[in-house]
């Protein structure tokens, strides 16, 4: 009992020692990754120092069985050593695998051999065998799982130390001696070091766990704050956008203050030091400005660094990220710390993800401004394409009316002023009030009417007072009234009708735009507003133009669709029902 108290209490200081050093940040890395070569050999210095103090503090038991309770350098010729060699090669093994259990085995063997004592030749081939049974054991386990769970730890802690007292009872020149020490000094033995090998293992996967849980909350952190700023940024940097970001970062991150700069002024800053740390001013720190200008993190590690004369501020450490947008620095993200809030490796960590993130977050938010940008150039380019040959037919009409009937020639000049306004004006919106676009086709229709007089009879049903202000895509009523005149009435010069019907149901509005007019053939209906159709009269993209814009603005909740048979042709155009601002729907 009172050698496997003493065993326990050796035990205790390796413990002790790997509990310190399993919260060196660089040791915790090695732990985690004990794979990588570098490890490998970080792990081999770190378990034979822990393995030559095992020898150094184990207990000196002499021939005759009584033991001397003090640490070892040399011992006597024909006494032998109780120690926690089997502890610290056992671990290494465990975590660094068969290599380094044998290295940690043997630089073991070495302070050992230089003690001496009773047949010392036998510790050189349980420590390699031990080195070696562990390491591969660790090996095992770890395929099976990513750790060594404290249960397998304690199975190869009591395992090896069942093999070194074989190898006692095995390579000992004298039995009956050897059979002596096992039974002394075995139990105390293979319970110390059985528990310490599983204290051991506890400890680093405890902390291991503590970190992976830490880093999970830490993760959810990040992913929600990121949620809740990705709006903003994707506005760009700006006083409006910039802000609300200061503060969410402020709330989610451990930091007494946050500020947002772009290139030369703070936009936003949230937190300690907020009453003399003012944004809509010119970036002054020599750290902001070196962080723009090399595109590289800058940390103020005190108070001179961060350039505050004031007084009563609280601040002593701040980490500069520069904003990047294509490699170009575009702003930076300031996290400043006090003595509440201490900068720590983690932070600097989370800070560099959060620049990244917040980097791309704001090239996500240009690119989606440039497509919109190229959408709107798009859209413009499509709207001027809209029937530009009417022009010289209703100007023809005009010119063949003026000797006629000056005054019937006047009035078309007036149609025709309206809707050469209206077109302009459509190319310069992306959508127009109803009303407007029902204005450019009764200037057209009268043109028309003018050139063709009774060919067709027209009516338009529409309850302006209620639906003249929704919104609608220019040119989207005349596209098709003109498509019909163009198309539907070639072979008829009398008794053709057309009616665009134009009401609401549910969240939608729809047009309808009817004709008796000669039909489509099938075959062209399959393509219509898809493809751009062969025309005689024209460049035959109208429907395909109208349709393109439709998809630009409402994506998949526009629909355009036709019908047709021999008696006449229907057009039907949904879109999403959207007023002027203002108005009520």
Request: with cysteine; net charge neutral; charged share 15%.
């Amino acid at each position: 009992m009172i050698l496997f108290l003493i065993m326990m209490e050796r035990a205790g200081l390796i413990i002790l020692l790997a509990y310190a050093f399993v919260h060196v940040p660089f040791i915790k890395q090695t732990l985690n990754h004990p794979e990588i070569k570098k490890h490998q050999l970080i792990l081999l210095l770190l378990f034979s120092f822990f393995a030559i103090i095992s020898n150094f503090t184990g207990v000196e038991i002499q021939s005759n069985l009584a033991i001397v309770n003090q640490t070892l350098g040399k011992i006597a010729q024909h006494s032998s050593v109780a120690n926690t060699r089997v502890l610290t090669i056992g671990v290494a093994g465990l975590i660094g695998g068969p290599v380094v259990g044998i290295f940690v085995g043997a630089i073991s063997v070495l302070f050992r051999y230089w003690q001496g004592g009773l047949a010392p030749y036998i510790y050189i081939i349980s420590s390699l065998l031990i080195g070696l049974c562990s390491g591969w054991l660790g090996k095992y386990f770890r395929r099976q799982q990513a750790m060594v769970t404290i249960r397998q730890a304690m199975f190869v802690g009591m395992s090896m130390e069942v093999l070194q007292m074989l190898c006692i009872l095995i390579f000992s020149s004298d039995f009956h001696q050897s059979w002596e020490l096992v039974r002394f000094i075995g139990l105390p033995m293979i319970f110390a070091n059985t528990l310490g090998v599983g204290i051991f293992i506890s400890i680093i996967t405890s902390t291991q766990q503590l970190e992976e849980q830490a880093k999970a909350v830490q993760t959810h952190d990040v992913l929600k704050l990121t949620n809740e700023t990705l709006p903003y940024l994707r506005q760009g940097l700006s006083f409006q956008s910039c802000q609300p970001v200061a503060e969410i970062i402020h709330q989610y991150m451990r930091v007494a203050a946050v500020s947002l700069t772009n290139r030369d002024t703070i936009l936003a800053y949230v937190g300690a030091g907020a009453d003399h740390h003012v944004p809509n001013i010119k970036i002054l720190t020599k750290l902001a400005k070196r962080a723009i200008e090399t595109g590289n993190i800058c940390i103020a590690k005190d108070r001179s660094e961060i350039e505050c004369d004031h007084e009563g501020c609280t601040l002593t450490s701040a980490i500069v990220i520069p904003l990047k947008i294509q490699n170009e620095t575009v702003g930076t993200l300031k996290l400043y710390f006090s003595g509440r809030h201490k900068m720590s490796y983690v932070e600097q960590e989370v800070a560099e993800g959060l620049g990244n993130i917040f980097s791309t977050q704001l090239a996500l938010g240009q690119a989606e401004a440039a497509a919109h940008l190229l959408q709107d150039a798009e859209m413009k380019s499509l709207q001027a394409q809209v029937n530009p040959h009417f022009l010289f037919n209703a100007l023809n009409t005009i010119l063949a009316l003026i000797r006629m009937d000056g005054e019937k020639a006047r009035h078309l000049l007036k149609e025709l002023s309206k809707f050469l306004r209206a077109n302009l004006q459509g190319a310069r919106q992306n959508v127009i009030p109803l009303s407007q676009e029902i204005m450019q086709v009764n200037a057209y229709l009268a043109l028309e009417e003018a050139r063709f007089p009774n060919k067709v009879h027209y009516q338009i049903l529409v309850d302006e007072n209620r639906d003249g202000k929704v919104l609608i895509p220019p040119f989207t009523l005349q596209v098709l009234v003109e498509n019909a005149y163009k198309h539907a009435f070639k072979q008829s010069k009398t008794d053709n009708h057309l009616r665009v019907t134009i009401g609401r149901r549910e969240k939608m509005l729809e047009i309808t735009v009817e004709d008796n007019g000669q039909g489509i053939p099938a075959e062209k209906l399959k393509t219509l507003g898809k493809v751009q159709q062969k025309s005689a009269g024209g460049s035959g993209s109208a429907l395909e133009n109208l349709s393109r814009r439709l998809t630009l603005i409402y994506g998949h909740e526009a629909s355009l669709n036709f019908q047709s048979s021999p008696d006449g042709t229907s057009v039907y155009v949904a879109v999403p029902l959207t007023e002027e601002k203002g108005d009520e729907s």
